[in-house]
């Protein structure tokens, strides 16, 4: 609507007030604290995963191995166990100078250091431990 020549500033006030309308005065209080619930609820889920991801039931570390032979390893496994850690398992693989796996291992630990014997397809040059997992924790560490 175009304004008159002559017209008012009342006459404006009204033009301007049919084309914007203002919002209800309970929008701003409600997103607001919508706002905030959501950041609130962000921020314990953040917390949560970083408690989660820090204290893991199991975890674990190579310490040494040995090359027994052409067909086996032996490796030395630290594990640390917390108590409320059930079905626990954990794994070593033996690895070629190709770094082809020759052997593999999965066995039930006991917290402290594991002395476990892998048997190899062929000679191994050295050894990983991918990790250990646990119920509820399914991430080897």
Request: charged content about 15%; overall charge negative.
């Amino acid at each position: 609507m175009a304004l008159r020549l002559g017209g008012t500033i009342d006459a404006v006030d009204r033009t301007l007030t049919e084309r914007y309308v203002a919002p209800p005065a309970w929008r701003r209080p409600v997103t607001i604290a919508t706002v905030a619930a959501l950041a609130v609820v962000a921020l314990a889920w953040l917390v949560w995963a970083a408690w989660v991801q820090s204290t893991p039931k199991v975890q674990s570390q190579l310490m040494s191995f040995q090359v027994v032979g052409e067909h086996s390893v032996t490796a030395r496994i630290e594990v640390h166990v917390s108590s409320d850690a059930a079905n626990v398992s954990c794994t070593v693989e033996a690895l070629a100078q190709d770094h082809s796996l020759v052997g593999e291992l999965h066995f039930r630990p006991t917290s402290g250091t594991n002395e476990v014997t892998v048997r190899t397809e062929r000679i191994a040059t050295s050894v990983d431990v991918p990790g250990c997992t646990a119920q509820g924790q399914d991430h080897p560490r």
